[in-house]
């Protein structure tokens, strides 16, 4: 059975289980003597740009004697006016009146209400991953997708080791044919870590795109005068936008900030687009040695970067990097 063919019962499911939604909150609409389907009709002309009833057919998929009932209503109800358009007579601009506008406002503000009304006895996790959810559904089924809306933060957060030490496992298994050990290995780092953390010394930058970490950077410091660059990796859905350029950058510019002389990473030979990238960046390679404990037969790779001011090379990151 093909991965599309067993997914087809879980969207209709979920087909079926949203409908009722949707039919719940038409109901409620309808006391207001609008359905869903006015409602949106009615936000489109007040948020579209010189609309059409061309321009809401192809937008809402809506049959056109459909929507000229609904046109018709909302002009008897005096929501709506025309005016011809001067580019195409043949066709009329549609816009809100005074009233309309006060309605839709109405209608947004009932909406608004219904929404939480159905969120509001769920935990707040519950709620960031059902908007989550909805935001990717509609990106990836978008005619036109745009790019995710990408956050960077720096504050370390509970839960966010465990995120990353996930990350790490299942990315490596994946691209590198890395096994359990390695995970273990990783686990092991953040432990080491995570005993002595300071912020006044270490410091993370984590990429959110709908409430997930998506990429991470890390500066630890070390010595006086020294860090190492650590977890630095991006999920495989996120790389090619720019995003591990932007964390690379963030991470140098913090060491010279902070008059960080030396800056150390460790990679493995496998790594090639990534080591370029460190090339590019400053990095130089001081050492390697063979590590077979992953599963693998690989060799490790220490790169150094040595800081004396100024901003730091420009650099793109479309790999997953080590820790």
Avoid at 111 to 121: C, K, N
Avoid at 232 to 261: Q, T
Avoid at 266 to 272: A, G, I, N, P, S
Avoid at 294 to 302: K, L, P, V, Y
Wanted: proline share 2%.
């Amino acid at each position: 059975m093909s991965l599309e063919t067993s997914l087809i019962p879980i969207i209709r499911k979920f087909n079926r289980f949203y409908t009722n939604v949707l039919g719940l909150l038409d109901k409620h609409l309808l006391d207001s003597d609008f359905s869903l389907s006015e409602v949106r009709v009615l936000y489109e002309i007040g948020h579209a740009d010189r609309c059409t009833a061309k321009m809401l057919i192809d937008l809402l998929k809506i049959d056109a004697g459909y929507l000229s009932r609904i046109l018709k209503r909302f002009e008897k109800l005096g929501l709506t006016y025309r005016v011809q358009s001067e580019a195409d007579g043949r066709s009329s601009l549609l816009y809100l009146s005074k009233l309309g506008e006060e309605t839709l406002s109405t209608m947004n503000a009932l909406s608004d209400v219904q929404i939480r009304h159905m969120i509001a006895g769920l935990p707040e996790r519950s709620q960031k991953s059902i908007a989550a959810s909805m935001s990717t559904i509609e990106r990836e089924l978008s005619d036109h997708p745009s790019g995710p809306d990408i956050r960077i933060r720096s504050e370390l957060q509970p839960g966010d080791a465990g995120m990353l030490i996930h990350m790490h496992g299942w990315i490596y298994a994946q691209e590198c044919g890395y096994n359990h050990v390695f995970e273990g290995y990783v686990c092991k780092t953040f432990y080491d870590v995570l005993l002595t953390y300071s912020p006044d010394r270490d410091r993370f930058w984590l990429a959110e795109a709908d409430g997930q970490i998506v990429g991470s950077i890390a500066i630890i410091g070390q010595s006086e005068g020294k860090a190492q660059l650590r977890w630095f990796m991006l999920h495989p859905d996120y790389r090619g936008l720019g995003l591990g350029k932007k964390l690379l950058h963030e991470a140098i510019s913090y060491c010279r900030a902070r008059n960080i002389r030396q800056l150390f990473l460790e990679t493995t030979q496998d790594q090639k687009t990534a080591i370029g990238m460190y090339a590019k960046a400053g990095f130089q390679k001081v050492a390697e040695r063979e590590n077979q404990a992953w599963g693998i037969r690989n060799i490790e790779e220490t790169y150094e970067l040595h800081l004396h001011g100024g901003s730091p090379h420009e650099a793109s990151a479309t790999n997953a990097e080590l820790t």
